[in-house]
């Protein structure tokens, strides 16, 4: 056939896959035309509809530069990461939940002594955050790496300061035998995701507010365990209930206890109040390693 209507159309681009040798690539690619096919039918696209999408996902792309990834605020932000997350680690397996890595995450971060103070010259409420790293069964996980991040106690991440591109409120902390970790970090507060783009935009249109609630983020990892990518949420922050990008999970949710001035944990003595936080993180085993007999 050379000629198509509006429902043969469909049948027509994935019979150009027929030569196409690799499966999976297959499935998706096919599964995808037909959704978007439906997509088109099912709201009767116009033109000017087509042509703003087109500028829409144009403008996202111009919008990513090496500091900024707008694609994964916009997939963040229609709820697919989570999604994703969702399906490909399920909760209830007696593991620390997986959420969203966000747009905000850089690579090499310096690994740092346990104690250390990550956001040393970073506006914010200190905090003082400290557990272990398990297995399934609840056994330590000695040199278990935490790669954490977050923005200031403001709700700015460094990448958003302009200026120098020196990190803050990163690091990499890792436990020692007894599975412990512990480092100072400040309170991070609720923020907007970035709304001066696209996805700002869209946001807008939607009639939906741009804030995620207060969190920390962290991939925590170990040898022979599947890392996992996560965050601590701060009980009680605006927002929890409409994170907007659905990464919340209540298994995440910690207590950050006040204190007023004094010695903090780490026996320093303290000026103004501060937080401790205690949450502990289990791994599961990498069950591709298992069936390897690594
Ligand atoms: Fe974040």
Redesign the pocket.
Known sequence: MREFDETSITQAVIGRLSECDDPRFKRVVTSLIGHLHDFVRDVDLTEPEWFAAIQFLTDVGNTCTDKRQEFILLSDTLGVSVLIITLNHPADQGIAESTVM?P?YREGASELPRGSNLAEGVKGEPTFYSGRVLDQDGRPLDNALLDI???DGEGN?DLQMGGDTKMKARGKIRTDAEGRYWFRSIR?TF?PVPTDGPVGRMLLKMGRHPY?PG?I?MIVSAPEHLPVTT?LFVAGSQYLDSDAVFGMKESLVAKFERHPPGIGPNGERMDTPFYTVNYDFRLGPDSKLATRGV
């Open positions: 966000g905000f991040w977050s923005g991440y991070p923020y995620r969190h983020h965050h």
